[in-house]
């Protein structure tokens, strides 16, 4: 079946532009994290949600960003008034969220954002 | 807090060789979960094993193999007889138990394998 996809898979923009990045995770997953990569660096936990609620958003950076799952599916990650030091690869992960067992995380190809 | 420490940043071998990558893991949980993924320059992370921290015991994958050792928190994994596909980023992830339905990730910062022939 399909793996989590994202888009775009590249993103170039300017400093202080706003930007969306979306993620679709494996049909059935009602878990989905967000992760950003910098170069040279591990990926950081930003966010995960459990349904259509964000159940740990402790990893967002500051206010300029946000993301929203309405349906409970599709996710979007919102930054507001990028800076330079945004860039990043942005990866997404999905899980199935079934309770009393370990759940894997898939990955997704990530979207590279690039602020110039 | 939970940390993951891969203090080798970059290693190079010959084909056929073994080569092994350390993980040095700190975590308050008594209740966790070890991982490895790969990440081959095409970006995608490749889950590779997933270790309960209530079992020590080593595990061995075709040419790969993870020994646990909880007096020391480290999860090091060796690949043996390398090969030039097996070149990539490889990173030691950790998580926490005891949360049910899903915890996030904590990655150490990688090491980079390089295999040359």
């Known amino acids: 079946g399909a793996g989590v996809s994202q888009t775009p898979s590249n993103k170039v923009t300017e400093k202080g532009k706003y930007v969306e990045l979306r993620c679709d995770p494996i049909s059935g997953h009602t878990a989905l994290y967000w992760y950003r990569q910098s170069l040279g660096q591990g990926p950081e936990f930003l966010i995960y949600f459990q349904g259509t609620g964000a159940a740990d958003d402790s990893g967002l950076p500051n206010d300029r960003f946000f993301a929203v799952r309405p349906e409970g599916s599709v996710s979007t990650l919102k930054i507001q008034r990028t800076e330079r030091g945004d860039s990043a690869v942005y990866l997404c992960?999905?899980?199935?969220?079934?309770?009393?067992?370990?759940?894997?995380?898939?990955f997704g190809p990530g979207t590279r954002l690039t602020v110039l | 807090a939970q940390k993951v420490t891969q203090a080798q940043t970059e290693i190079s071998v010959v084909e056929k060789e073994d080569v092994t990558l350390d993980c040095v893991y700190e975590t308050r949980d008594t209740t966790y979960y070890l991982f490895w993924y790969k990440q081959p320059p095409s970006g995608e992370l490749v889950f590779l094993i997933r270790?309960?921290?209530?079992?020590?015991q080593n595990e061995i994958s075709g040419r790969y193999s993870w020994n646990f050792q909880k007096s020391t928190s480290s999860f090091n994994f060796t690949i043996t007889a390398s090969q030039v596909v097996d070149s990539a980023v490889y990173f030691c992830a950790l998580t926490r138990g005891d949360t049910g339905t899903a915890s996030k990730l904590t990655f150490g910062t990688g090491t980079r394998l390089q295999v040359t022939l």
């Open positions: 992960a999905s899980s199935l969220g079934t309770s009393g067992t370990y759940n894997e995380q898939f």
């Open positions: 270790r309960n921290s209530f079992d020590e």
